[in-house]
Nanobody, 123 residues
Framework: VQLQASGGGLVQAGGSLRLSCVASGRTWYAMGWFRQALGKEREFVAA????????AYSDSAKGRFTISGDNAKNTVYLQMDSLEPENTAVYFC???????????????????WGQGTQVTVSS
């Protein structure tokens, strides 16, 4: 599977952005979003299973970010509301192409990665 992330940009604090990750090729069973700020390690943000019936969020994303999937478009979205300058980072989508019944929160759990999309939140 190949992943194409998009939707990043510059937004003021309190604003919103919606990131998209389009998957092509093989079936994926879970999709996650991670972010990496300058000088920091890549961290988990949110994940969703193929059916969309189960999701997982980091503590910082819970309540402000929403992950969802559109199977018809083979696309996963990350709606980010009430953005803060601390959310500035490169955001990556990642896929698990092996059958799973759980959602991973570590980067090594996913086996396919897309390119990043920059999100910058100004104060």
């Amino acid at each position: 599977v190949q992943l194409q992330a998009s939707g990043g940009g510059l937004v003021q604090a309190g604003g919103s952005l919606r990131l998209s990750c389009v998957a092509s090729g093989r079936t994926w069973y879970a999709m996650g979003w991670f972010r990496q700020a300058l000088g920091k390690e890549r961290e988990f943000v949110a994940a969703v299973g193929w059916s969309g019936g189960y999701t997982a969020y980091s503590d910082s994303a819970k309540g402000r970010f929403t992950i969802s999937g559109d199977n018809a478009k083979n696309t996963v979205y990350l709606q980010m509301d009430s953005l803060e300058p601390e959310n500035t980072a490169v955001y990556f989508c990642a896929a698990k192409t092996r059958t799973t019944t759980v959602l991973g929160r570590t980067a090594t759990w996913y086996n396919v990665w897309g390119q990043g999309t920059q999100v910058t939140v100004s104060s």
